[in-house]
């Protein structure tokens, strides 16, 4: 019986089957570029037909099929072009009806997809764009759209990261364990940039973009289901639950950001929070602690809190220090300095910073302007604080942000100069 | 990131422009053509406009209910913005290099303009959670 779906059910379904058809139209054709175009153009005759005619009972070889005929005539029609017969051609297996892949199913298909689509060969915006498209079964023109790019520019963007992989000469199978061991970071870190590309702009402005952030976590949990004893792919999964969690309490009324300290907690997603905490409880019984699992766990225990001034900052500060030596990074530091504040005092903050100020990767940041901004109006010192807010707002390349770090300074300044002036951050 | 990339060519050069032969001026546009389709085949093109000639331009203010007053071009105002070009691109230093090539862009006798180019980056960061 064929059913009628609403275009949002249809879209769901299309987007699950994605690489599971498209894995069983790369292991037959053997060419993942011009299968991968083949599936994209299945799914786009799906979209138009799905909603009219209905679900065909099986959709799966229903994809397999248009994408299977549309990769047939393309190879016949460049044999006839060049009228002679290729080795695909004398290749019957080719040839063979379609019913017989449309039951060739391999549960490794999404893992394949996925590690291919990172690629070292391929900058992150391609790995993102590939992921997006061979993985999540997004139509090009709505990765162009989420990226705000011209559609031209993004299929140009996936033809090209297709044509790197191609000339790797990647084959699409499974990894040998060792090598995906070593490659699952690269992975872990694509699905880590759409989710926070979702994240980051979840701004008014850019309501009508796909919700990368949704698609992200959609993503990680089949990575998840693929890899269950894998504690990082969990405590990735963990850490874009507990952090979307804040989501809506996150911007005002007005689009305007609002810090972790003043949000409204009860805003707060507690499905997610539950969940979150639990797979992160879960991988760090596991064992090996990567860098995921302990985000996860910094971003626990800010969820736990009930309000701002209960937060376990000690408990933050030591999962900070064991990140420090698991994953050293600037940005680390950084926010280890602020955790190290919290606990022992701004002075200290501000002396964990100026390690930071030799280091070419974040000495022009605007982040380390506005942690010290921070850690100085802490201090009490509010002209040095106005000073590091503005020098911040104008390095930073966020609107909001920039809003709300003028704001900041505009504060301080109208406070100090008489209690009667003083008023809450404006809004633009 | 988004770099917007402006030629800013001099008031001078804008009349100097009309004294440029047909093969120079085809060839100019050719250039700026083949590179905008190059950036597209890259995936880092996003836009580009190149702009009408300054003479027609007019500077808009509101007036009192908002009634728009216009004026002239400021006579004393030394270069003007030719066209624009947006590009999304994984560094600073890819920013330039585009910037570079269009700034060589051939101009009479099929020589290298070196116009000057202005990069800057577009707002288009993202806004990281906050302490």
């Known amino acids: 019986m064929k059913e009628t779906l609403p275009d949002a059910e249809t879209e769901r379904l299309l987007r699950e089957l994605a690489p599971q058809v498209l894995g069983a139209v790369v292991r037959r054709f053997r060419d993942f570029a011009a299968a991968e175009d083949a599936v994209q153009e299945a799914m786009l005759a799906a979209f138009t037909q799905w909603p009219h005619e209905g679900v065909p009972d099986n959709p799966r070889g229903w994809l397999i099929r248009v994408a299977s005929r549309r990769l047939t005539d393309q190879i016949r029609s460049e044999i006839a072009r060049r009228e002679r017969e290729t080795a695909v051609a004398r290749d019957a297996e080719t040839f063979a009806p379609v019913h017989d892949i449309e039951y060739d199913m391999d549960p490794n298909d999404t893992l394949i997809l996925l590690f291919m689509c990172s690629h070292p060969a391929l900058s992150s915006s391609s790995a993102i764009a590939l992921t997006l498209r061979a993985v999540g079964g997004l139509t090009t023109a709505e990765i162009a759209k989420a990226f705000l790019v011209p559609e031209a520019t993004m299929a140009q963007r996936i033809s090209r990261a297709k044509q790197s992989i191609k000339d790797s000469g990647a084959p699409f199978c499974l990894l040998p364990l060792e090598e995906r061991a070593e490659r699952l970071p690269a992975v872990l870190h694509v699905l880590y940039l759409i989710f926070n590309e979702g994240y980051a702009s979840s701004m008014g402005a850019h309501l009508q973009r796909l919700d990368l952030t949704r698609e992200a976590i959609r993503l990680t949990r089949s990575a998840k289901a693929l890899l269950p004893d894998d504690a990082e792919v969990a ?45 992160m409880t879960d991988a760090l019984s596991k064992g090996s602690v990567g860098m995921y699992q302990l985000q996860a766990a910094i971003a626990a225990v800010h969820d736990e809190a009930a309000r701002a001034e209960d937060t376990d900052w000690p408990q933050i500060l030591a999962l900070y220090e064991s990140l420090k030596r698991v994953s050293p990074s600037p940005m680390v530091t950084l926010n280890h300095a602020i955790a190290a504040a919290m606990v022992d005092g701004p002075s200290k903050g501000l002396e964990l ?47 909001p942000e920039r809003n709300y770090l003028i704001a900041q300074a505009a504060r301080l300044e109208e406070g100090s100069r008489g209690p009667d002036e003083k008023t809450n951050v404006p809004s633009s | 990131m988004k770099y917007i990339l402006m030629m800013n060519i001099p008031k001078a050069g804008y009349g100097a422009f009309g004294a440029w032969t047909q093969k120079d001026i085809v060839a100019n546009l050719a250039f700026v053509k083949g590179m905008n389709k190059t950036l597209s085949e890259s995936g880092e093109f996003v836009a580009a406009e190149g702009l009408a000639l300054p003479d027609q331009a007019r500077v808009v203010r509101a007036g009192k209910d908002g009634v728009p007053i216009t004026d002239g071009v400021f006579p004393e105002a030394k270069e003007f913005l030719a066209g624009y070009l947006i590009v999304d691109v994984e560094s600073t230093e890819r920013a330039y290099k585009i910037a570079a090539i269009w700034s060589a862009a051939p101009g009479p006798g099929a020589l290298p303009l070196n116009m000057p180019i202005e990069v800057r980056q577009v707002m288009s960061g993202k806004a990281d959670e906050l302490p």
């Open chain 1, 235 to 279: 405590g990735l999964l963990s850490l874009m639950l507990l952090t979307d969690a804040r989501r809506a309490a996150r911007t005002g009324p007005d689009e305007e950001l609002i810090p972790l300290d003043k949000q409204d907690r009860t805003l707060w997603d507690r499905a997610e929070i539950e969940e979150g905490i639990e797979l």
């Open chain 1, 353 to 399: 910073l100026k390690t930071l100020d030799v280091d070419s990767r974040l000495a022009e940041h605007h982040r380390l302007d506005a942690v010290r901004a921070h850690l100085l109006e802490m201090l009490g010192d509010h002209v040095s604080a106005v000073k590091h807010y503005r020098t911040a707002a104008g390095r930073t390349t966020s609107i």
